[in-house]
């Protein structure tokens, strides 16, 4: 791994840990000065540091977190992978958690159906792009029965 990725993971933890360079200072038993040298690429801790900070940032897997990736690829945190794994086991919120985040706003848009089971609760809903939404308003009138 290289330096400029150790500097970048460990403020990236750091931030996502809510503490400022002087509190992780103060928790190892060196000066903020040197954890953002740290962070700067200025610097660059032990072995033994490094496995310090992965405490104090609750890393549980080293490797994984500090991994060189291509460009198109990116690491996520632990809070990040639970966040997936939550949208993916709840996909009736996913167009609300879309919809709340601004993703695909565009492209997506939901629908619910008029239509009512014998028991009077909704019956579903339909997701439609927004190019079928914009077909159906401009659709020509009709008389025809369905």
Known sequence: MSRETIARVL??????SGLTANEVGEMIGKSGKTVN????????????MLM????????????????????DVFTVSHHEKEVVTAYRENPDMQP???RLLGVNKDKKITVYRAAR????????????TQEQVDSLINAPETDDDF
């Open 52 to 71: 310090c900070l992965c405490d104090v940032y609750n890393v549980k897997d080293i490797l994984a977190e500090f991994r060189e990736v291509e460009n």
């Open 96 to 98: 609300a958690v879309d």
């Open 37 to 48: 040298a740290w962070e700067n690429n200025r610097g660059q801790p032990d072995a033994d």
């Open 11 to 16: 403020r990236r933890l750091r931030l996502q």
């Open 117 to 128: 089971s014998e028991d009077g609760e909704e019956d579903g809903y339909v997701e439609f």
